[in-house]
């Protein structure tokens, strides 16, 4: 069992950067592929960026390539994800997720709210 609580979400505006963690707990993190996903209103969740057990691999949308960085510490438990030159249309809830592929997620967080303001 894994649990996954996110922070760092917060109001920002059009450029900005910000830098969201999730906490994982249980000793098995490193084991674990870990995701980021977010929701905007009245949309689908819809994927972001995940990194593998060993954070040697990294995946991310096209639509967030080359802006946002997904980052690990199995030392902390955590994973990151670095938002730069964020956008209005990057505003949704993000969650994080652990699961034993970057393509099949197991445990999921509650998510933070980003919001980028025009």
């Known amino acids: 069992q894994v649990q996954l609580v996110e922070s760092g979400g917060r109001l920002v505006q059009t450029g900005g950067s910000l830098r969201l963690s999730c906490a994982a707990s249980g000793r098995t993190f490193s084991s674990y592929a870990m995701g980021w996903f977010r929701q905007a209103p009245g949309k689908a969740r819809e994927f972001v960026a995940a990194?593998?057990?060993?954070?040697?691999?990294?995946y991310y949308a096209d639509s967030v390539k080359g802006r946002f960085t997904i980052s690990r510490d199995n030392a902390k438990n955590t994973v990151y994800l670095q938002m730069n030159s964020l956008k209005p249309e990057d505003t949704a809830v993000y969650y994080c997720a652990a699961g034993k592929s970057t393509y099949l997620y197991d445990y999921w967080g509650q998510g933070t709210q980003v919001t980028v303001s025009s």
């Open positions: 990194i593998s057990w060993s954070g040697g691999s990294t």
